[in-house]
Every structure is written in structure tokens, then in C-alpha cells.
């Protein structure tokens, strides 16, 4: 069989042509779609879907923050708003990445704003806490959730909706 190209084909030349090139096509589309799940695999953590309510309930602490210094998957958050846990969280907090290297690992950028779902982790006589993996913790303003009736909300607006405003973290010098 013989494949051509150009627009001057007689009907039976075209027609092995067109075969040709959809089958061309095809494998393209196979090997991209390959290269798409295997990159993803390698980088993306595997969860189960959970809706923000349990995600809230997972969490043992719930807050916004802005990345203020960021150095081998630890972080200094400044703490704006907390839903969950504001009795202990103070208004500057480290954040370490437990999964630093592993499919779950976090990427927070210094000067971002995030809302955090996070647990409590102790290292000696420093205080630190955790992101959790397969929960709700991303950058603000960047995902919508369904909320009420066909409405699509910020997922920190949804908070705000279903637990108030938040509260401010408590001073430092407690």
C-alpha cells in the first residue's frame, strides 16, 4: 500500500492516505495520552475525592496564610484567618512537608496565599505542623466547590460560609 500526501491523489490513492495518516494520528494521540498518565503518576498523589465538610472534620487545624520564607519543604506562614484549632495556632507557625520526595509532596510559594488543612507534628521542643495530603490545601482562589443550589464557590468561601469569618491566631506570647 502505498500512502500519499499531496491534494493531486487519484480516490484510491487518497483514501490509503487518509487511513494513513488517521493511523498516524492515532498512535500520536496513544503515545501523548501515555505521556500524560505515566508524567501524572510520577507526580501526583493518589486520593480518594472528599468533600470539603470532611476534609474540614480531617483536619485538626484549618487556616489562611501567606508564605513568608520557604526553604527545603519547610515554611514560615504568617496566619491570617483560622477556622479550626485557633486556641494553639500562633500568628507565625513552620510548616514541614512529611512527604518531601514522595508523590504527595507540597509546593508552596514564598508571597502566596494558601488555605491550609493541617495536623499538629512535634520534633523535640519545636512545635510544627503538617499538611495533609488528599485534602483541600491550595492556593487561594483557585478552586471552586460546589455550594448550594447550582452555585460555584471559592473553596475559603465556602469556609467562611459554613464556619464564619474565622478568627485572628492568638499572640505569640501566650
Given at each position: 500500500?502505498?500512502?500519499?500526501?499531496?491534494?493531486?491523489?487519484?480516490?484510491?490513492?487518497?483514501?490509503?492516505?487518509?487511513?494513513?495518516?488517521?493511523?498516524?494520528?492515532?498512535?500520536?494521540?496513544?503515545?501523548?495520552?501515555?505521556?500524560?498518565?505515566?508524567?501524572g503518576?510520577?507526580?501526583?498523589?493518589?486520593?480518594?475525592?472528599?468533600?470539603?465538610?470532611?476534609?474540614?472534620?480531617?483536619?485538626?487545624?484549618?487556616?489562611?496564610?501567606?508564605?513568608?520564607?520557604?526553604?527545603?519543604?519547610?515554611?514560615?506562614?504568617?496566619?491570617?484567618?483560622?477556622?479550626?484549632?485557633?486556641?494553639?495556632?500562633?500568628?507565625?507557625i513552620?510548616?514541614?512537608?512529611?512527604?518531601?520526595?514522595?508523590?504527595?509532596?507540597?509546593?508552596?510559594?514564598?508571597?502566596?496565599?494558601?488555605?491550609?488543612?493541617?495536623?499538629?507534628?512535634?520534633?523535640?521542643?519545636?512545635?510544627?505542623?503538617?499538611?495533609?495530603?488528599?485534602?483541600?490545601?491550595?492556593?487561594?482562589?483557585?478552586?471552586?466547590?460546589?455550594?448550594?443550589?447550582?452555585?460555584?464557590?471559592?473553596?475559603?468561601?465556602?469556609?467562611?460560609?459554613?464556619?464564619?469569618?474565622?478568627?485572628?491566631?492568638?499572640?505569640?506570647?501566650?
Amino acid at each position: 500500500m502505498r500512502e500519499v500526501f499531496f491534494s493531486g491523489a487519484n480516490s484510491t490513492e487518497r483514501g490509503t492516505g487518509e487511513v494513513g495518516r488517521m493511523k498516524k494520528l492515532e498512535r500520536l494521540l496513544v503515545l501523548a495520552l501515555c505521556w500524560v498518565w505515566g508524567a501524572g503518576a510520577a507526580h501526583a498523589c493518589r486520593c480518594d475525592p472528599i468533600s470539603p465538610e470532611a476534609g474540614f472534620d480531617r483536619a485538626q487545624y484549618v487556616f489562611t496564610g501567606k508564605v513568608v520564607q520557604s526553604e527545603n519543604h519547610a515554611w514560615l506562614i504568617e496566619v491570617d484567618r483560622v477556622w479550626k484549632g485557633h486556641e494553639r495556632l500562633a500568628r507565625t507557625i513552620k510548616l514541614m512537608d512529611v512527604y518531601a520526595t514522595l508523590d504527595c509532596e507540597f509546593f508552596f510559594q514564598p508571597g502566596q496565599r494558601y488555605v491550609f488543612f493541617a495536623i499538629l507534628a512535634k520534633g523535640g521542643r519545636e512545635v510544627f505542623y503538617h499538611p495533609q495530603a488528599c485534602n483541600w490545601t491550595r492556593q487561594l482562589q483557585s478552586t471552586r466547590v460546589p455550594a448550594e443550589g447550582n452555585e460555584s464557590i471559592w473553596l475559603e468561601d465556602l469556609i467562611a460560609r459554613e464556619h464564619g469569618p474565622g478568627e485572628q491566631p492568638r499572640d505569640e506570647r501566650r
